[in-house]
C-alpha cells in the first residue's frame, strides 16, 4: 500500500511538473464557463469531452513522455509488481477526472438541474476509467509520437465524435446499436439518462452500456496491459540506465 500510495503522489507532481494539470484545469474551466454560460449549448456536450477524450490524450501524453525520460517510476528498484503500478497508474488519472466533474457539478447545480449526483459521479468515474484504460492501451501499443498521434486521431474521430453527434440528433436513432462499439456511447447514454433523471435510452440499452463499459475495460485490461505493461515498464526503466 505504501508504495502504490507513493506512486500516486509521483505522478500527481509529474503532473504538475508536465503541466497537465495545468492545462487540465484550465480545459475544466473554461468547459464549466461554457456550460454556465451558453444555453444553447447542452451541458451534456463538455461533460462528454471531458470524459471521451481528455483522459485519453493527457492521460497517455503523461505515460509517453515518462517513458522517454525514464521517468516512469521514481526509483528504479521500486519492489512493485507492475500490475501494482497500472492500477496506481490508473487511480491518479482518474483522482485528476474529479476536477471537472466538481466543477460541472456546481454549474449544473447553480442551474437548477435535479437528479441523482451519485449516480453521476458513478457514470462519470465509469467514463473515465474506460477511457484512461483506453489511453494506457494506446500508449503501450504505441511505438513513437507518429502512431501514438494516428491511434489519437482514429481513436476520437471514430469512437467520441461519432457518439457526441448521435447525442445531438445528427446521427439517426436506428443507428444507436451499432455505436455500441464504441465506449464513448455507452457512458453518453449513462450521462444522458442520469441527467433526464429518468430512463431516455431503452432500459436494454442502458444495461448494455454498464456491462459493455466494463467487459471493454476488462478485455484491455487483460489482454493489452496485463500481458504488455511489463515489456513497457522495462523499456521505460531501460531508458532511465
Known amino acids: 500500500?505504501?508504495?502504490?500510495?507513493?506512486?500516486?503522489?509521483?505522478?500527481?507532481?509529474?503532473?504538475?511538473?508536465?503541466?497537465?494539470?495545468?492545462?487540465?484545469?484550465?480545459?475544466?474551466?473554461l468547459f464549466a464557463a461554457s456550460m454556465a454560460f451558453f444555453g444553447s449549448i447542452h451541458p451534456s456536450n463538455f461533460i462528454f469531452v471531458a470524459i471521451f477524450i481528455l483522459p485519453v490524450v493527457l492521460f497517455s501524453i503523461s505515460l509517453f513522455?515518462?517513458?522517454?525520460?525514464?521517468?516512469?517510476?521514481?526509483?528504479?528498484?521500486?519492489?512493485c509488481s507492475p500490475t501494482?503500478?497500472?492500477?496506481?497508474?490508473?487511480?491518479?488519472?482518474?483522482?485528476?477526472?474529479?476536477?471537472?466533474?466538481?466543477?460541472?457539478?456546481?454549474?449544473?447545480?447553480?442551474?437548477g438541474y435535479e437528479f441523482s449526483y451519485l449516480l453521476f459521479l458513478l457514470a462519470f468515474l465509469l467514463g473515465s476509467l474506460v477511457h484512461i484504460v483506453i489511453g494506457l492501451s494506446l500508449s503501450i501499443l504505441s511505438k513513437s509520437n507518429q502512431i501514438l498521434s494516428i491511434s489519437y486521431l482514429i481513436y476520437i474521430v471514430l469512437f467520441s465524435v461519432l457518439p457526441i453527434f448521435h447525442a445531438n440528433g445528427l446521427i439517426p436513432d436506428r443507428f444507436s446499436y451499432a455505436l455500441i462499439i464504441s465506449p464513448a456511447y455507452l457512458s453518453g447514454i449513462l450521462i444522458d439518462s442520469i441527467m433526464a433523471g429518468s430512463l431516455e435510452s431503452p432500459v436494454l440499452l442502458v444495461i448494455l452500456s454498464v456491462v459493455l463499459q466494463l467487459a471493454y475495460a476488462a478485455i484491455l485490461l487483460r489482454y493489452v496491459i496485463a500481458p504488455f505493461f511489463k515489456p513497457y515498464l522495462l523499456d521505460s526503466l531501460g531508458k532511465k540506465e
Open 1 to 29: 500500500m505504501k508504495h502504490f500510495q507513493m506512486i500516486i503522489i509521483n505522478d500527481l507532481k509529474r503532473y504538475f511538473e508536465y503541466r497537465i494539470f495545468h492545462v487540465h484545469i484550465a480545459i475544466s474551466i
Open 65 to 79: 513522455i515518462e517513458r522517454e525520460e525514464g521517468s516512469i517510476l521514481p526509483w528504479v528498484s521500486a519492489p
Open 84 to 111: 501494482l503500478i497500472a492500477v496506481a497508474k490508473m487511480t491518479s488519472a482518474l483522482l485528476m477526472q474529479l476536477i471537472p466533474f466538481v466543477l460541472f457539478s456546481i454549474v449544473l447545480v447553480l442551474k
